[in-house]
C-alpha cells in the first residue's frame, strides 16, 4: 500500500483569545464502556450515509464536540461524564484483518512505540460502531471510544511501550479494509486528551465525496473555576482522500 503527503500549505499557527463556551469534560471517574461484550451484535450495521460529522468553525468549535460524544453514548448531556451503567451505542463485529496499519497525520498520533515497532502491531478493535458506503476498494468502518486507563484492555508492558500511542482519553478510528488482501489501515479521525495543561482535539468532517476533513486545536486551561473562558489555538487542518488506484492521499492545508 502505497501512501502519498502532499504538503499544500506550511504549517499555520492562529490564535483566537477568549471563546466563551468552549466544551470541556472532566475525565476523572469515567471508565471504558466501550469494550462490555454484551454490547457486541451480530448482525450488520447499517450503511450511515455521508456526510458525516458537523462542519467545522474555530469561533464556534464547542457547538460541534457534543457531536463526537454521542457517537459513543448516545443519552449523554454536555459537560457530564458517562455513568459506569450508561449504555453505549452498538458494537459490531469486523471482519478478519489479517494485516493492520495505523496511518499517522501529524506528530500528534503518534504510530510508533517505544521499542521502534508500528502501533498497528498491539492495536486492538474490539469492533466498530458505524458502518459507513464504501469507497474504492475498501469497506470502511469507524470505532470510537472513551478510554480510562485504570480499566485498559492493554498490557502494562503495552500500555509503558506504547504510551504515546495510547494517550488519547476519547478517540475515533477511521477503519479502511481492504476485503480482497484482509489488510487493513487505521487512521484516528478523532481525539480528545488533556496533557502538558492543555486540551488536544481532533474533529473530523467526511463529506459526500468521502474527503475526509481533520481539524487539530488545542485548548489552553482557564482558571480551573470556569470564570475566564479558554484560549482557542488552531494546530493545522488536514484533508485525506483516496484516489482510483486505492492510495491514502493526505494533504496539510491552510488553516
Not at 98 to 111: H, P, Q, R
Not at 139 to 146: H, L, M, P, T, V
Not at 220 to 233: H, K, L, Y
Not at 240 to 245: E, H, M, T
Request: net charge positive; charged share 20%.
Amino acid at each position: 500500500m502505497k501512501i502519498v503527503t502532499v504538503l499544500i500549505f506550511l504549517f499555520s499557527t492562529v490564535i483566537f483569545s477568549r471563546v466563551p463556551n468552549v466544551y470541556q469534560r472532566d475525565f476523572s471517574g469515567s471508565r471504558h464502556l466501550a469494550t462490555d461484550t454484551a454490547h457486541f451484535k451480530k448482525a450488520i450495521a447499517p450503511v450511515t450515509p455521508l456526510p458525516f460529522g458537523p462542519k467545522i468553525n474555530l469561533r464556534h468549535i464547542y457547538k460541534a464536540g457534543f457531536f463526537y460524544e454521542k457517537l459513543i453514548y448516545p443519552n449523554s448531556r454536555q459537560n457530564r461524564i458517562p455513568k459506569v451503567s450508561e449504555s453505549s451505542t452498538r458494537i459490531y463485529h469486523l471482519p478478519e484483518i489479517k494485516k493492520l496499519t495505523c496511518i499517522g497525520i501529524s506528530s500528534v498520533d503518534t504510530v510508533t512505540c517505544s521499542d521502534g515497532k508500528p502501533f498497528g502491531n498491539f492495536l486492538r478493535l474490539p469492533g466498530y460502531r458505524y458502518r459507513l458506503p464504501n469507497i474504492r476498494n475498501y469497506q470502511c468502518y469507524y470505532w470510537c471510544a472513551n478510554q480510562d486507563p485504570a480499566h485498559s484492555r492493554y498490557s502494562r508492558s503495552v500500555q509503558k511501550n506504547c504510551d504515546w500511542c495510547l494517550i488519547n482519553d476519547w478517540f475515533g478510528y477511521l477503519i479502511l479494509y481492504n476485503p480482497a488482501t484482509k489488510e487493513a489501515q487505521a487512521i484516528v479521525i478523532y481525539f480528545d486528551t488533556f496533557r502538558d495543561g492543555s486540551d488536544h482535539t481532533r474533529y473530523f468532517y467526511i463529506d459526500k465525496n468521502f474527503n475526509i476533513n481533520l481539524f487539530d486545536f488545542e485548548q489552553e486551561a482557564d482558571d480551573g473555576d470556569g470564570s475566564v473562558p479558554s484560549t482557542i489555538i488552531a494546530a493545522g487542518r488536514f484533508r485525506i482522500s483516496i484516489n482510483a488506484k486505492g492510495e491514502i492521499i493526505t494533504q496539510k492545508l491552510g488553516r
